[in-house]
């Protein structure tokens, strides 16, 4: 088998997004109703949410616009004012970033040199003398479960729990020990690994978050971040072995990683029970195996707006519709070959291929695209293979408990994680982080500590989205007041969820 580099995805718009906090701790937020700016909100939402435009970008600055979720952009009146809306000229809603090095960030108006400030409620432009109240500090808006890939290195960090270490040595992230949880509080941050153990100042991994847990963050647009101790400590891979640890004497960018979301990794089971797999010195797909490889495992890559889904060996190639109906791993991305219709079936899955066909396991164990009216031979268990747990984050924050509220709530700033102990295929038991089981009312809520253990049944609607059906037969929905309900019969925008 020809295996080719594996090569990182490109940017996409999430990874380019931040919120912008005022030295009041409260976030840059557009009100769409009155067409105005302020600076009131304590949390990261939709409307604290900004997509970075960079237009022209050197070491310490850039020029920049800064785009909503609405598609309407910051301006800058001439009397100071800020509103948002379509820029009149070139230059309107440009501001010129200043990246300083505390990882805050400036931003002066490009046409009257004013910088952005804020007095802890309102939003204005009107000062050319720079000072403490023009200071903004970046949080990336991207989903808190994340891979750092060092560009450097062209390798990913990895958790050692046995070791108690990080490691930046991953070529593939493939691996549940490659995906961290990114905690931000008071201003800094705590990275968290599959383990449920946290990164240290003493590079070592630790059993709980501490200020020596605690990492400051300077963000690039693009997803580039670095993280440090404010102390001069800056964290980059060291040593033969890449130990990611602190040093005060990176070389040639040593210290800045891509951030991205983590990929979607599931492996696919036959009817009988057998798991698809790349076969070893070839390009050949065949259910054979009773356990699971690096080479059962494909990367998910689905599109949100149309039922297409394309799956990434290990290998770097997409599986791919070749002639005489087999299905090879050997694809690349742009190739309309590598494009499935995936359909769901209670928690099991059926591959169309683009001549209409269905995949399914022929006589010899071989990957083929035979049949046109699909059956149980045609249906294919699907696992997530990298994902332990679930963060769950819907329309209006995070899934999580409250000390205000016995029941889960869905407007959390940060989320709880969800074990999943697998049942049978897409079917899971959704566990409590203190051990106890999701419990569901009468009312479609939920509370996390039940005694037994109830059956959810996950989709995939994404790369990075899926629904949930609940035991009560329902989809699982976020709600404006907060309250996470079970009681959609059809899967709305609220019954989406990023994991």
């Known amino acids: 088998m020809e295996e080719v580099e594996w090569t990182p995805r490109q940017p996409r718009a999430e990874d380019l997004r931040v919120g912008l906090i005022s030295w009041a701790g409260s976030y840059l937020t557009y009100e769409p109703y009155k067409n105005t700016v302020t600076a009131t909100a304590k949390g990261l939402g939709?409307?604290?949410?900004?997509?970075?435009?960079?237009?022209?970008?050197h070491d310490t600055q850039a020029v920049v616009r800064l785009r909503s979720l609405q598609g309407l952009y910051l301006l800058c009146e001439a009397d100071g004012s800020l509103c948002y809306g379509r820029p009149r000229t070139s230059h309107h809603g440009c501001f010129l970033i200043r990246f300083h090095r505390n990882g805050q960030w400036t931003l002066q108006c490009i046409i009257s040199g004013r910088y952005l400030e804020s007095d802890g409620e309102d939003v204005f432009c009107t000062s050319r003398v720079l000072s403490a109240y023009h200071m903004w500090t970046p949080r990336p808006a991207l989903h808190v479960h994340v891979i750092l890939f060092s560009p450097l290195n062209h390798c990913y960090a990895r958790?050692?729990?046995?070791?108690?270490?990080?490691?930046?040595?991953?070529?593939?992230?493939?691996?549940?020990?490659?995906?961290f949880l990114l905690h931000f509080q008071d201003g800094c941050y705590h990275?968290?690994?599959?383990?449920?153990?946290?990164?240290?100042?003493?590079?070592?991994?630790?059993?709980?978050?501490?200020?020596?847990?605690?990492?400051?963050?300077?963000?690039?647009?693009?997803?580039?971040?670095?993280?440090?101790?404010?102390?001069g400590g800056m964290l980059y891979p060291q040593g033969t072995r890449l130990l990611l640890s602190l040093g005060s004497s990176p070389h040639g960018g040593e210290e800045w990683f891509i951030l991205q979301r983590c990929p979607t990794w599931v492996?696919?089971?036959s009817k009988a029970r057998k798991f698809l797999s790349v076969v070893y010195g070839k390009c050949w797909v065949c259910a054979a195996s009773e356990h699971v490889s690096p080479m059962?495992?494909?990367?998910?890559?689905?599109?949100?707006?149309?039922?297409?889904?394309?799956?990434?060996?290990?290998?770097?190639?997409?599986?791919?519709?070749?002639?005489?109906?087999?299905?090879?791993?050997?694809?690349?991305?742009?190739?309309?070959?590598?494009?499935f219709r995936i359909h769901w079936n209670c928690g099991r899955i059926l591959l169309q291929s683009p001549n209409g066909r269905f995949l399914c396991i022929a006589a010899n164990g071989l990957l083929m695209s035979n049949a046109t009216i699909p059956g149980p031979n045609e249906e294919f268990g699907i696992r997530l293979a990298?994902?332990?747990?679930?963060?769950?984050?819907?329309?209006?924050?995070?899934?999580?408990?409250?000390?205000?509220?016995?029941?889960?709530?869905?407007?959390?700033?940060?989320?709880?994680?969800?074990?999943?102990?697998?049942?049978?295929q897409g079917i899971y038991h959704f566990q409590a982080q203190g051990g106890s089981f999701w419990s569901i009312t009468s009312f479609g809520t939920f509370r996390p500590w039940g005694?037994?253990?109830?059956?959810?049944?996950?989709?995939?609607?994404?790369?990075?989205?899926?629904?949930?059906?609940?035991?009560?037969g329902f989809y699982m929905r976020s709600d404006r007041s907060g309250t996470l309900l079970a009681d959609s019969e059809d899967i709305t925008k609220e019954c989406i969820w990023e994991f």
Request: net charge negative.
């Open 386 to 424: 990298n994902r332990p747990f679930l963060a769950l984050r819907g329309r209006y924050g995070y899934v999580g408990t409250s000390s205000e509220h016995d029941l889960l709530q869905c407007n959390m700033d940060q989320p709880d994680c969800i074990h999943l102990l697998p049942c049978r």
């Open 191 to 231: 990275l968290e690994t599959s383990a449920h153990t946290f990164l240290s100042h003493l590079d070592r991994l630790v059993s709980q978050p501490s200020t020596q847990t605690a990492f400051h963050m300077q963000v690039r647009p693009g997803g580039l971040v670095a993280l440090s101790d404010g102390e």
């Open 296 to 339: 059962s495992l494909f990367q998910f890559e689905c599109d949100n707006e149309t039922p297409t889904l394309q799956l990434r060996s290990a290998n770097g190639c997409y599986l791919a519709q070749r002639r005489h109906r087999a299905v090879m791993a050997d694809g690349h991305p742009m190739e309309c070959e590598t494009f």
């Open 451 to 472: 005694k037994f253990a109830l059956n959810f049944c996950i989709e995939l609607q994404g790369s990075n989205l899926l629904t949930v059906l609940a035991p009560n």
């Open 159 to 179: 958790a050692d729990p046995t070791m108690g270490r990080v490691w930046v040595d991953a070529p593939i992230p493939c691996l549940e020990e490659c995906g």
């Open 46 to 57: 939709r409307r604290q949410t900004w997509e970075i435009l960079v237009s022209n970008q």
């Open 267 to 269: 492996s696919l089971t």
